[in-house]
């Protein structure tokens, strides 16, 4: 097997493709999509957005301090590409892309009531990287959709089929190969 060399870039691929939703301090709300997400740590729960000085969203989150990360479907998969290629300057993004705004309880920007996961965000630093400004934010509170529940409390994402983004393409994730530990798990 041969190796070519490409140049230095982000290769790290897949990355979940997730909907941000931000407010001003007006009140002005919008959406933007956001493959540059990330978990930082478990305790405190913490997470990372980067997004790009120019964009809409950014002055948003700069000015409230708050944003929410809404994890995306193969059902969203339309609506999560339109957030991510027009602006909110020119359109309203909740009503084109038919997506319903509903109140956090801890941040200013609402949360998208179609997606089966909202994550609430408070931003505690902010860091200037060049092409993107990286928002590290500690997660504030966490909201799912009932659906994805059983009978025992356990939570299925699974089921709402999630999707990913590789190379400038939309996928969802397909068939289960494992469970964290079953390679090293004894057989009965």
Not at 55 to 75: D, K, W
Not at 115 to 122: L, S
Not at 173 to 179: A, F, I, M, N
């Amino acid at each position: 097997m041969a190796k070519i060399s490409f140049k230095p870039g982000n290769m790290l691929y897949p990355l979940p493709a997730v909907m941000v939703s931000v407010a001003d301090r007006e009140g002005r709300t919008n959406i933007i999509t956001v493959a540059w997400a990330g978990t930082i740590c478990t305790n405190p729960p913490m997470v990372s957005i980067s997004v790009r000085p120019s964009r809409y969203s950014h002055h948003m989150i700069l000015e409230t301090g708050g944003f929410v990360i809404n994890l995306t479907t193969r059902a969203l998969v339309r609506a999560t590409d339109y957030c991510g290629v027009r602006s909110g300057r020119d359109v309203d993004k909740w009503k084109e892309a038919g997506l319903t705004p509903m109140r956090s309880d801890a941040v200013d920007a609402p949360c998208i009531a179609e997606c089966p996961v909202n994550i609430e965000c408070r931003v505690v630093r902010t860091e200037q990287l060049g092409s993107h400004d990286m928002f590290i934010a500690e997660v504030a509170a966490v909201h799912v959709d009932d659906r994805y529940m059983d009978g025992k409390g356990r939570f299925h994402l699974e089921d709402a089929r999630p999707i990913v983004y590789s190379h400038g393409e939309y996928y969802d994730l397909g068939e289960k190969l494992g469970r964290f530990g079953y390679s090293v798990q004894k057989k009965p």
